[in-house]
């Protein structure tokens, strides 16, 4: 059985930082393509960032430069660590993992992060 369990979120002014973190049980990250995604109040669920099986990243332009997500192999866990927090960041927070081997895609519960100005 998958699961995802995020952790990290937290409340914290503007210009601050927050780690996030998703542990992974029953899948390994760096087998699949994985990624971030958040959802503001009464707004849809978007991508923030991914990191394919080589490692490479990508992110949403407007995190660029203050977002860096990554994995630790041997803990099997993935983060989005985010620097430089507005207030514009608020919103759930999800892990994402696509098993390449079966096309099925696994979601965390999600963490809040909220940002105050």
């Known amino acids: 059985q998958v699961r995802l369990v995020e952790s990290g979120g937290g409340l914290l002014q503007a210009g601050g930082s927050l780690r996030l973190s998703c542990a992974a049980s029953?899948?390994?990250?760096?087998?699949?393509?994985s990624g971030w995604y958040r959802q503001a109040p009464g707004k849809q669920r978007e991508w923030v960032a991914s990191?394919?099986?080589?490692?490479?990243?990508k992110y949403r332009d407007s995190v660029k430069g203050r977002f860096t997500i990554s994995r630790d192999g041997a803990k099997n866990t993935m983060y989005l660590q985010m620097t430089s927090l507005k207030p514009e960041d608020t919103a759930v927070y999800y892990c994402?993992?696509?098993?390449?081997?079966?096309?099925?895609?696994?979601w965390g519960q999600g963490t809040q992060v909220t940002v105050s100005s």
């Open positions: 990191i394919n099986r080589g490692g490479s990243t």
């Open positions: 994402q993992t696509l098993e390449s081997s079966t096309g099925n895609e696994y």
């Open positions: 029953g899948i390994i990250f760096s087998n699949n393509f």
